[in-house]
């Protein structure tokens, strides 16, 4: 077996990771909301892209639909509600310094994480068990949903419940009273 | 308002196959990526691209305002509701095993309903949300 395939998806990681740091540099410059919007779905695109890459296929469908999908729509009726134009750009200390600060602390948090691919981690010592389980007990070959669905059935719960409540807030924020929607 | 015929065209075909991939996420999430929270956003989107495309009172004649919102905490009911029934069937919260006659198909039984409750209130919430917005007129 040669390497022709690791390479491939290492450039193919490259490539990926190069277009998402282009269009957050653009994110950032944008000065047209709009513009800003559409970048920002193609943003969630790429990612979603770099899951499937990563082998993620859950999320990747995930970040597709929500992110790049919903989101947008969302992002776009509130821009017809608010207004295309953004306000003056003024140059503040204080902003600067605290996402300044949040990086460096995230960057320095990043030096805990275990090598990647690493495969001598306890995620995978406890959690590889799931996958000699999940078929005989379930009979359910898609190890994600055994364990969402059944092993982790409560977390799952709480996660619609945690959409539930998304729906309730906004519906409750943005309705006028008196008014049947 | 007159919206671009070809955009009205390729939505109308659009629709059918995305609300058909919708259901196909949510059934095969046993054997493939998905389940169903992926297509219950799937389906609210073959929805919402409705409403963008014909205006919000038509695709409330299709997915009524009121009805979604009872829709929303349905879902979660019914994800509680065979939580409750595995208790009241002698096992824990949640624990499928003797939701039907073998343990595995009690399994099989349980993580299809659960799937059944995530859509219906991930569906309704992003159409409410949805629904939120646009039935605003900029102030």
């Not at chain 1, 950032?28 to 969630?44: D, H, K, M, N, P």
């Not at chain 2, 659009?14 to 999430?29: D, E, R, S, T």
């Not at chain 2, 939580?83 to 993580?111: P, R």
Request: glycine share 10%.
């Amino acid at each position: 077996m040669t390497d022709a395939p690791l390479i491939a998806e290492a450039l193919l990681s490259l490539v990926l990771m190069g277009f998402i740091a282009v269009l957050a540099v653009a994110i950032l410059r944008v000065r047209g909301l709009l513009a800003l919007v559409i970048l920002l779905g193609a943003y969630s695109f790429i990612m979603a892209t770099f899951f499937v890459v990563l082998d993620a296929v859950d999320v990747a469908m995930t970040e597709a639909s929500v992110g790049a999908g919903i989101s947008t729509v969302l992002f776009l009726g509130a821009l017809y509600l608010t207004g295309h134009g953004e306000a003056d750009r003024q140059r503040r200390i204080v902003p600067i310094l605290v996402s300044g600060i949040t990086a460096l602390v995230l960057v320095w948090g990043m030096s805990d994480l275990p090598d990647f691919g690493s495969a001598d981690q306890p995620i995978h010592a406890k959690g590889a068990d799931y996958l000699e389980r999940s078929l005989p007990d379930t009979g359910i070959p898609n190890v994600v949903t055994a364990v969402l669905a059944s092993y982790r059935g409560f977390d799952t719960l709480g996660e619609t419940a945690v959409v539930f409540t998304a729906a309730i807030g906004v519906m409750v924020l943005l309705r006028r009273r008196g008014e049947r929607s | 308002m007159r919206l671009d015929i070809i955009l009205r065209v390729a939505a109308k075909f659009i629709l059918a196959p995305l609300l058909l991939f919708a259901l196909y996420v949510q059934f095969h999430g046993d054997y493939g990526p998905g389940g169903g929270f992926q297509a219950g956003v799937i389906a609210a989107a073959a929805v919402i691209l409705y409403a963008l495309i014909n205006g919000q009172a038509a695709a409330e004649r299709i997915v009524p305002g009121p009805l979604v919102e009872r829709l929303v905490p349905a879902g979660v009911l019914i994800y509680a509701a065979v939580g409750v029934v595995s208790m009241i069937l002698g096992d824990n919260f949640l624990d499928y095993d003797h939701l039907a006659h073998d343990t595995v198909h009690g399994q099989e039984w349980g993580v299809f309903l659960v799937e059944a409750g995530v859509f219906v209130t991930v569906f309704s919430s992003m159409i409410a949300i949805f629904y939120a917005f646009a039935g605003r007129r900029p102030t």
